[in-house]
């Protein structure tokens, strides 16, 4: 396992009298793989939190959402998760590729819990794991570098109403993204996505798109 805290970190320990605290803290709760009840606790997830980083150093982070499940421990040192259609830019899948460096958080806000995984990831596009997600375009498989439990005392409770209906789902059809209707993008989509407007209704404006976003209908 990579040196998890260094010299700045200890230096604001120093200053504010944590260093054997947070010593203890790396003693006992971070590991280098994934345990059972980690393991349990990830697969029983239908969203997380991913941080990548660009070739520039720019740090980002993104929403993942999917069926429960969709991130799989593969083994206590392999974790894989799917990616799905988005906006085209392949934003955190053009960052792993640069660099693969990766943390993951993963969220239970209604008990609460959560639990960081870090890595080094690397696209994979095996036929064999990529069938059982339905509409993937492509796998990320993460070498865990380590993984811990946060205190969750600042995690405020809120409670899931409903899962997506844009949640790629095996024997049900994947509606279209409402904008992907917007006039102003019809001429850069992809041409089964076309196909996709006209059967949806044809095109919207801004403004419509924009009036479905605020009233939750997106």
């Known amino acids: ?62 929403y993942k959402g999917g069926e429960r499940g969709f991130v799989r421990v593969l083994n206590e040192r ?40 870090e890595g080094t990831a690397s696209l994979d596009d095996d036929a064999g794991l990529l069938a059982a997600y339905p509409e993937a375009e492509l796998l990320v498989r993460i070498a865990v570098d380590r993984v811990f439990v946060n205190c969750p005392r600042y995690v405020h409770r809120y409670r899931r109403i409903e899962a997506s209906p844009y949640v790629p789902r095996q024997g049900h059809a994947t509606p279209l993204a409402p904008w992907k209707r917007i006039d102003g993008m019809q001429d850069v989509l992809p041409a089964g996505n076309r196909a996709k407007v006209a059967a949806a209704g044809g095109p919207i404006t801004r403004d419509e798109y924009r009036e479905k976003l605020l009233k939750g209908e997106t």
């Open 1 to 62: 396992m990579n040196d998890f805290l260094g010299d700045d970190h200890r230096a604001l320990q120093d200053r504010f009298g944590t260093r054997r605290l947070a010593q203890r803290i790396e003693e006992v709760a971070v590991n280098d793989r994934v345990g059972k009840a980690d393991r349990a606790f990830i697969e029983s997830r239908d969203m997380f939190f991913l941080a990548s980083v660009s070739a520039e150093g720019q740090p980002t982070v993104s």
């Open 78 to 117: 392999t974790v894989v998760f799917p990616s799905y259609d988005g906006n085209g830019m392949y934003y955190s899948m053009g960052n792993i590729a640069n660099n693969g460096k990766l943390g993951l958080l993963f969220m239970d806000f209604e008990t609460p819990h959560r639990l960081r995984l």
